[in-house]
């Protein structure tokens, strides 16, 4: 990054976002990084914004008012809120991304920031040592979203030369936010539940396991990767 140039959080209070957020002012300070969610964030020591990242107009006044370079894209329905209301899932992923896409490609942004997620993986997919060009049949709108994602965000890359990059996440397990509705928060939920002596009742099997990263690690590897 330049000295003058601004990233853009999407989704800034979310699981993800609020301790990415965090981390990127550590590294280029407070004021370079503007964080925005569709509601007011509190307790922040930089810039803020309330913007809903479907409204195109409102996204990219902010990209213009602020100078940015760099776009984080972090909103979106994840696996297990998305399944409630599918067409509504869809629409909000793929809508806010196209947004992101043509603005950053409008606005010649250096560099914007898509990520992923294992839900691309279906069962056909191999279960250990999962290569990266592995067959993709999700079984959720998120992951059917995310491959979609992937995809567009490959065509903008070689048809305009956009810089978009992307990791696929697992579960996220950390502790400095509220779960968001994705496949694998049950093992932060259950946490919660427990400090306030409730009962939980998880929806897999006991002997279920499923991949999952400590947020302090999925953090390094996405600064890592931008």
């Given at each position: 990054?330049?000295?003058?140039?601004?990233?853009?959080?999407?989704?800034?209070?979310?699981?993800?976002?609020?301790?990415?957020?965090?981390?990127?002012?550590?590294?280029?300070?407070?004021?370079?990084?503007?964080?925005?969610?569709?509601?007011?964030?509190?307790?922040?020591?930089?810039?803020?914004?309330?913007?809903?990242?479907?409204?195109?107009?409102?996204?990219?006044?902010?990209?213009?008012?602020?100078?940015?370079?760099?776009?984080?894209?972090?909103?979106?329905?994840?696996?297990?809120?998305?399944?409630?209301d599918p067409m509504r899932a869809w629409d909000i992923n793929m809508r806010s991304l196209f947004n992101v896409l043509e603005i950053s490609r409008?606005?010649?942004?250096?560099?914007?920031?898509?990520?992923?997620?294992?839900?691309?993986?279906?069962?056909?997919?191999?279960?250990?040592?999962?290569?990266?060009?592995?067959?993709?049949?999700?079984?959720?709108?998120?992951?059917?979203?995310?491959?979609?994602?992937?995809?567009?965000?490959?065509?903008?890359?070689?048809?305009?030369?956009?810089?978009?990059?992307?990791?696929?996440?697992?579960?996220?397990?950390?502790?400095?936010?509220?779960?968001?509705?994705?496949?694998?928060?049950?093992?932060?939920?259950?946490?919660?539940?427990?400090?306030?002596?409730?009962?939980?009742?998880?929806?897999?099997?006991?002997?279920?396991?499923?991949?999952?990263?400590?947020?302090?690690?999925?953090?390094?590897?996405?600064?890592?990767?931008?």
């Open positions: 990054m330049m000295k003058n140039d601004r990233i853009l959080i999407i989704g800034a209070g979310g699981q993800i976002g609020a301790v990415l957020t965090e981390a990127l002012r550590e590294v280029y300070g407070p004021d370079h990084v503007i964080a925005t969610d569709l509601r007011a964030l509190e307790g922040q020591n930089g810039p803020t914004e309330i913007v809903n990242a479907l409204d195109a107009p409102a996204l990219e006044e902010v990209v213009k008012k602020w100078g940015i370079s760099q776009i984080y894209h972090l909103a979106a329905i994840l696996s297990a809120t998305g399944e409630k409008q606005h010649n942004l250096s560099k914007v920031y898509f990520p992923s997620s294992i839900a691309v993986f279906g069962r056909e997919a191999a279960h250990r040592n999962t290569p990266q060009y592995e067959v993709l049949i999700p079984e959720t709108v998120y992951g059917i979203s995310k491959v979609a994602g992937e995809n567009w965000a490959n065509y903008y890359f070689r048809r305009y030369g956009l810089d978009v990059r992307s990791m696929r996440y697992p579960g996220i397990i950390g502790y400095q936010s509220m779960p968001g509705g994705g496949t694998t928060d049950y093992a932060v939920d259950i946490y919660h539940y427990a400090v306030q002596q409730k009962p939980y009742a998880c929806f897999l099997s006991q002997d279920t396991s499923l991949p999952m990263l400590y947020m302090p690690d999925a953090i390094r590897g996405t600064l890592e990767l931008m």
